[in-house]
């Protein structure tokens, strides 16, 4: 079975960083993707960063490009968020998803196939 667990998240001031783990098993597909996914209260889920398995293609969202870096570890089993210059509208829970077959549109929560509980991210200013 496929399961995601997210964790690391917490209390930050404004400027500072955090990192996020995404524990992921039971992908046993080709090429699929795991996404990290956040939603504040009020507004939509909006998709963070996203990375291929096969390749390492990765992508941001425009709003934490050059601020927060997704990478991998131990053939994907671990998918970190590292968070840095962090700023209070970043204030969200943050998911971690997967999608069964890596695609450019890996961002948009419409495709993804599996999520993991939410781990909130608070950033006071």
């Known amino acids: 079975d496929v399961q995601l667990q997210a964790s690391g998240g917490g209390l930050v001031q404004a400027g500072g960083s955090l990192r996020l783990s995404c524990a992921a098993s039971?992908?046993?597909?080709?090429?699929?993707?795991i996404g990290w996914f956040r939603q504040a209260p009020g507004k939509e889920r909006e998709g963070v960063a996203c990375i291929s398995s096969s390749d390492g293609i990765i992508y941001y969202s425009d709003s934490v490009k050059g601020r927060f870096i997704i990478s991998s570890a131990y053939a994907m089993n671990t998918v970190y968020l590292q968070m840095n210059s962090l700023k209070p509208e970043d204030t969200a829970v943050y998911y971690c998803a997967g999608e069964v077959i890596f695609s450019e549109s890996c961002l948009s929560h419409d495709g993804m196939d599996y999520w993991g509980k939410g781990t909130q991210v608070t950033v006071s200013s």
């Open positions: 039971g992908f046993t597909f080709d090429d699929y993707a």
